[in-house]
């Protein structure tokens, strides 16, 4: 079981397309276990996107992460960081597939609405970025809601 960490950007929360990029993975059966709207910190979104901190977008990212609250989601599921990502299509929304997040909500590559964690070590450092532990929703009722979905 894996766990992945999403963000609505501020330009998702901007346009009103929360619940329906939520609704694609419910209906997708893939588990919420955590989930809070913030404004995130610049020293956090420094921290967030550290791998980047040398590119010539660093700024601008930061940025606009930092322009309007977000929402953090903790995802758990099998395989959920490559179902996640393959559901949110390309980083250019110009080459995201229609049927994909990105592919049918955006258009700009700076806002391009979603960040999906890129593997199993980026999920669990980002994480633990927006949740403590004891936020994230491990009850074994909550899992009798889920075993039967498919
Ligand atoms: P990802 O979000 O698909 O994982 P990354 O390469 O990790 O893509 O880049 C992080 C974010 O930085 C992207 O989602 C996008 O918002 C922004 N970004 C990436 N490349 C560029 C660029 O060339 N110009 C402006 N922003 C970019
Ligand atoms: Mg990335």
Redesign the pocket.
Known sequence: MENTLVLL?PDAVAKGVCGEIIARFEKRGIKIIGMKMLYLSRAQAAIH?S??QD???FD??VN??ISGPLVAIALQGENVVKLV?TM?G???PLEAAPGTIRGDLATN????I???S?GPVSAKREINIYFNDSELCKEVAYESLYKDRG
């Open positions: 950007k996107y791998e980047h590119k010539p977008f601008e990212l606009f992460i990502r949110m390309s980083t250019n590559i700076k806002n391009n979603i960040h999906g890129d």
